[in-house]
């Protein structure tokens, strides 16, 4: 999530800084139009895959490939997000990552499958330089006001995906097919990269005149080679992977039963929504135990509990399981960004545990909507794609009791 040049700290350009925070009101109005946009190209596609494997006549594996491939760039783009960073500035890099969100949308709708999935190689890379990058930029110039600020963004990042979800198929109908209806989202990329410009024009002075934090050098700690570290990756990884199966399936499943897609739209929607709720609650509640075990238990058990509904009673307690599923995948997530705080011993080591649960927990979760969409063509059922899944929440509940532990990289 840092990026290490987000935990260094300016000794020139004090003037553009202060610039920049006389103005919070055009800042905030920046985070906030961008974080609507770190999750709305990935969910504008879930309502409306039936219609994308029509136009294309894509099998299902070929499907989730649609909702894969972004997910797996997600994790190779945050390999580079803070190498560009430290190159180029949080704001450049952040600025040109709405504009390349922007074109990939486009991309993803010209009339080829191949423009499909380049597209959403675009889109994918674009979203992880947000998701890297922003929060390290909210810790630097609200330093005082970190959490409430990453609740700003969080919330908006949620908010974006709800809309989305929930307009999808209304807009395919309104603008007369499903490639406007994809592609009308790049306007809300164009809106928050105009909305960043001010952002890059003050940042300018102070581009490579930022040294490390004051204190002794001290040898760089691999994460790579803890324990802990590669607990606290893998309870991200499984919650993510988990999460993405929904965001790819959720309305397939739906509309597979017999519920209408715009019925389906509104549910995944409804998911969308609740999962602002875990967002907010769960952090909190973490920040205040000595260990996390609780939590763990209840987030996965949500989750299990609404992926066993959507096997044995999908449309009739549909609007049940999304609740259970967006509680429990809100509070995921917000667990697990917490763990990595948690866990690590100075703002440096969470740096590197944040790219490191980053990278590979978006790699895993790139597995999962491709793997349901080949166990679901393979048997004709969705009953084996979700019991792997409930394996999912198991390995989850048992890496995630280890992360859990009052301990430190």
């Known amino acids: 999530m840092d990026a290490e040049a987000a935990v260094r700290t300016p000794v020139a350009g004090v003037v553009a800084r202060r610039t920049l925070l006389a103005h919070p009101v055009l800042l905030l109005v920046g985070i906030v139009l961008a974080s609507l946009n770190m999750r709305a190209a990935l969910a504008s596609v879930s309502p409306l895959v039936g219609e994308l494997s029509e136009s294309y006549g894509l099998s299902s594996a070929a499907s989730s490939l649609v909702t894969s491939v972004p997910v797996l760039f997600l994790g190779l783009g945050a390999l580079v997000a803070p190498w560009l960073g430290r190159r180029l500035g949080a704001e450049r890099v952040l600025f040109g990552a709405l504009l390349l969100l922007g074109v990939g949308i486009l991309v993803r709708v010209l009339p080829s499958a191949a423009a499909l999935y380049c597209g959403g190689v675009l889109v994918g890379t674009a979203i992880a330089l947000l998701n890297v990058l922003m929060p390290g930029l909210i810790k630097r110039d609200f330093p005082d006001r970190a959490a409430s600020m990453t609740s700003v963004y969080t919330g908006a990042m949620i908010a974006g995906a709800t809309l989305v979800a929930a307009s999808s198929v209304p807009l395919e109908r309104a603008l007369g097919g499903w490639q406007a209806s994809l592609g009308s989202w790049s306007l809300l990329a164009a809106v928050a990269a105009l909305a960043w410009l001010p952002q890059v024009l003050i940042a300018r002075g102070r581009r490579g005149r930022e040294v490390p934090a004051a204190g002794p050098a001290e040898p760089a700690r691999s994460v790579w080679r803890s324990a802990l570290a590669w607990q606290v990756t893998l309870f991200m990884g499984l919650q993510s992977l988990w999460t993405y199966v929904l965001i790819?399936?959720?309305?397939?499943?739906?509309?597979?039963?017999?519920?209408?897609?715009?019925?389906?739209?509104?549910?995944?929607?409804?998911?969308?929504?609740?999962?602002?709720?875990?967002?907010?609650?769960?952090?909190?509640?973490?920040?205040?135990?000595?260990?996390?075990?609780?939590?763990?238990?209840?987030?996965?058990?949500?989750?299990?509990?609404?992926?066993?509904?959507?096997?044995?009673?999908?449309?009739?307690?549909?609007?049940?399981?999304?609740?259970?599923?967006?509680?429990?995948?809100?509070?995921?997530?917000?667990?697990?960004?917490?763990?990595?705080?948690?866990?690590?011993?100075?703002?440096?080591?969470?740096?590197?545990?944040?790219?490191?649960?980053?990278?590979?927990?978006?790699?895993?979760?790139a597995a999962g909507p491709l793997a349901a969409g080949a166990l679901h063509q393979a048997t004709g059922s969705w009953t084996p794609p979700i019991l792997a899944v409930l394996g999912v929440c198991a390995a989850a509940l048992a890496v995630g009791l280890l992360a859990a532990r009052s301990r430190t990289v």
């Open 248 to 365: 790819a399936w959720m309305p397939t499943i739906f509309t597979d039963e017999g519920m209408s897609r715009s019925e389906a739209g509104v549910v995944f929607a409804f998911n969308n929504l609740l999962q602002v709720v875990g967002a907010f609650a769960v952090p909190l509640l973490a920040g205040r135990m000595r260990s996390q075990r609780p939590l763990i238990v209840l987030v996965t058990s949500l989750v299990a509990a609404g992926y066993a509904g959507l096997m044995s009673a999908p449309v009739q307690g549909a609007w049940l399981w999304a609740a259970l599923l967006g509680v429990g995948q809100g509070g995921a997530v917000g667990l697990a960004l917490t763990l990595i705080v948690l866990r690590s011993g100075d703002a440096v080591t969470a740096s590197r545990l944040s790219g490191m649960a980053q990278t590979v927990g978006y790699l895993m979760a």
